[in-house]
């Protein structure tokens, strides 16, 4: 039975879960920081006041849970640790800046968020370098839409059809599929795929690393 306690009750175990405080799950779904607040649980009149079925979407998009998994929270049957991974993320157009990636495209310093891994995908074992980068705009269309976090394996090996990001020697990173790649080449189908195919020299890359799955 879903009662004001419950709710209440399955917000916090999930801020519990994924260490944060009510606040700052708030924050976190894009909600007032004292959306949460026990002061915000009771109204003027005395009586109980019920969060919006709008906040959970919210707080559910940013947990990135499903509503299975906010049941368990609401039944009291769920764990309040979160087991899940956690990876680093940053904006896909933040990645072309220095700092984020070292010289074999694997994450380094501390300006990185951090996000919980995709339920829906097993992590690779024993692989610490996996990390996100997180889509802005259209520019990507229709494949990668904006908000879709693209999580990226440096040391997933890397065969014709799969679609990557590279790094070029000049800085700039791109997301491509694989075409074909030689001692000396490496030809890349751009997206969306209107674009003409580019073809790279080795020397002209930095690194390569595959997308092994996106985050939606």
């Known amino acids: 039975m879903f009662t004001h306690d419950t709710i209440?009750?399955?917000i916090d175990r999930l801020a519990n879960a994924c260490g944060y405080s009510t606040s700052g799950l708030a924050k976190k779904a894009?909600?007032?920081?004292?959306?949460?607040?026990?002061?915000?649980?009771?109204?003027?009149?005395?009586?109980?006041?019920?969060?919006?079925?709008?906040?959970?979407?919210?707080?559910?998009q940013a947990t990135e849970i499903d509503i299975a998994e906010f049941l368990e929270y609401l039944s009291g049957d769920s764990d309040t640790t979160d087991r899940r991974p956690k990876i680093p993320v940053i904006g896909y157009n933040q990645a072309h800046q220095d700092g984020f990636f070292d010289d074999a495209g694997c994450p380094v310093g501390e300006r990185w968020d951090f996000i919980h891994f995709p339920t829906a995908s097993p992590k690779p074992q024993n692989d610490q370098k996996i990390y996100a980068l997180e889509v802005s705009g259209d520019s990507m269309l229709p494949l990668f839409r904006n908000?879709?976090?693209?999580?990226?394996?440096?040391?997933?090996?890397?065969?014709?059809?799969?679609?990557?990001?590279?790094?070029?020697?000049?800085?700039?990173?791109?997301?491509?599929?694989?075409?074909?790649?030689?001692?000396?080449?490496?030809?890349l189908k751009s997206i969306p795929s209107v674009q003409t195919n580019q073809t790279f020299s080795t020397s002209e890359i930095s690194w390569i690393a595959r997308i092994i799955w996106v985050s939606q």
Request: charged share 30%; net charge positive.
């Open 8 to 10: 209440w009750n399955a």
């Open 147 to 187: 908000g879709d976090r693209l999580v990226i394996s440096p040391d997933s090996t890397i065969r014709r059809g799969d679609r990557v990001v590279i790094k070029t020697t000049s800085g700039e990173i791109f997301a491509k599929e694989l075409v074909r790649q030689t001692s000396g080449t490496i030809e």
């Open 30 to 60: 894009g909600l007032d920081p004292t959306s949460f607040n026990r002061s915000k649980r009771i109204g003027p009149d005395g009586k109980p006041r019920w969060p919006s079925t709008e906040s959970i979407s919210r707080v559910l």
